[in-house]
């Protein structure tokens, strides 16, 4: 291990967010340093304390703990870590970071991870998320805002989970949650700029990842 260097911290200049943790060198591989270009999450900071995994709510539920996940990726097992459950089925409440005494930004690490299991396309069957998302996204994309019964259409189309959670579609009529007729809100070009600009991000957030790879 090879211990940050820092100096003496002073009552008008409090340490930084990373100055208390320690990095393990990067031995072999690339995921983590791919990671950490992508995200600014250090998992080989992680020592294995497991505080991450007894916070979070979706540990312990899927095939992996927070914990074991950050432990893969610093090991360089790339397809493990890339077709794993886990990293889908984070919800983003941030306990983890809160509770590690590291700074492990396993939230922010998670959001890496899709982007690359995406684009390796080794996203795990059993997740519908991805295709969740996708459809969400086109919605807004069209209209501004979301179609709920567009995007329940679209979503059972791809996955062909026709009936699943049809008992709740009378009690969301009901209560008016799910209108026949969507929005349009204007802005088109507005949004089709936002949406060229997050892919002009993400394909520099690749290119910045397979830099980070080659150190
Ligand atoms: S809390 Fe932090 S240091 Fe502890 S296992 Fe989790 S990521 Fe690693
Ligand atoms: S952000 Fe994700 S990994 Fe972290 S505690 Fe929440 S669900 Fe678990």
Redesign the pocket.
């Known amino acids: 291990m090879t211990p940050a260097t820092t100096s003496p911290p002073t009552a008008l200049s409090p340490p930084a967010a990373s100055a208390a943790t320690l990095e393990l060198q990067v031995v072999g591989g690339s995921l983590a340093a791919e990671v950490k270009a992508l995200s600014d999450a250090s998992p080989m900071?992680?020592?294995?304390?497991?505080?991450?995994?007894s916070g979070c709510p979706v540990s312990g539920r899927g095939d992996l703990s927070?914990?074991e996940l950050?432990r893969l990726v610093q090991m360089d097992q790339r397809e493990a870590v890339l077709r794993c459950r886990f990293i889908w089925e984070c919800t983003s409440c941030q306990t983890?970071i809160t509770?590690?005494?590291?700074?492990?930004d396993?939230c922010s690490m998670n959001d890496a991870l899709r982007a690359l299991s995406l684009s390796a396309r080794l996203a795990p069957a059993e997740t519908a998320l991805p295709v969740f998302n996708e459809a969400f996204l086109n919605g807004v994309r069209r209209r501004g805002r979301i179609y709920e019964l567009g995007l329940m259409a679209a979503f059972k189309l791809r996955t062909r989970r026709f009936f699943e959670d049809m008992d709740k579609a009378p009690m969301m009529f009901s209560k008016g949650k799910l209108p026949l007729l969507g929005e349009r809100v204007g802005g088109r070009r507005e949004r089709e700029g936002l949406f060229r600009r997050a892919a002009e991000g993400s394909k520099a957030e690749a290119d910045r990842a397979a830099e980070g790879s080659k150190r």
Do not use: E, G, L, N
């Open positions: 900071s992680c020592y294995q304390c497991t505080k991450c995994s927070a914990h950050v983890c509770r590690c005494p590291q700074q492990v396993i």
